[in-house]
């Protein structure tokens, strides 16, 4: 059996920059502020607000930017509360069987951690809860 496979031809590349095209697409970079009106009120939750709600199954009351705070945090937390960092480990992967975005953050950040790519490591907690609940 012999295969054969077609050479694949690609475009030719332009030999010289074009400068011009660059020069005008900077003329439509917008200057100024863009006109975006602030929300005033809203407040960010720190570590210890979102770990109470998980606790008090408030998990609703999270939002998705929240729970990538919190698992951002959580290595840090764990450290400085090792008696209560499976209990909340835990109820993190619980929450996840219902939630789909935080299961995908959870099992990306797994993902990194054993490729040695995530800056902030997976706490041990939530590593060992992880294996104990999937």
């Avoid at 999270?62 to 509360?81: F, G, M, R």
Wanted: glycine fraction near 2%; hydrophobic fraction near 40%.
């Amino acid at each position: 059996m012999s295969l054969q496979f077609r050479e694949i031809q690609l475009p030719s590349n332009p030999s010289q920059p074009q400068p011009e095209k660059i020069q005008n697409a900077g003329s439509y970079a917008q200057k100024n502020k863009p006109n975006v009106p602030e929300v005033k009120g809203i407040s960010r939750r720190g570590i210890a607000e979102i770990i109470a709600d998980i606790q008090s199954d408030r998990s609703d009351s999270i939002t998705p930017l929240e729970w990538t705070y919190c698992l951002w945090a959580k290595a840090e937390w764990d450290t400085k509360n090792p008696d209560r960092a499976p209990e909340i480990s835990q109820a993190i992967w619980l929450v996840a069987q219902n939630n789909v975005r935080l299961k995908q953050q959870l099992l990306w950040r797994l993902a990194l951690h054993h490729s040695h790519q995530l800056e902030n490591p997976v706490s041990l907690a939530m590593f060992r809860c992880s294996i104990a609940l999937w």
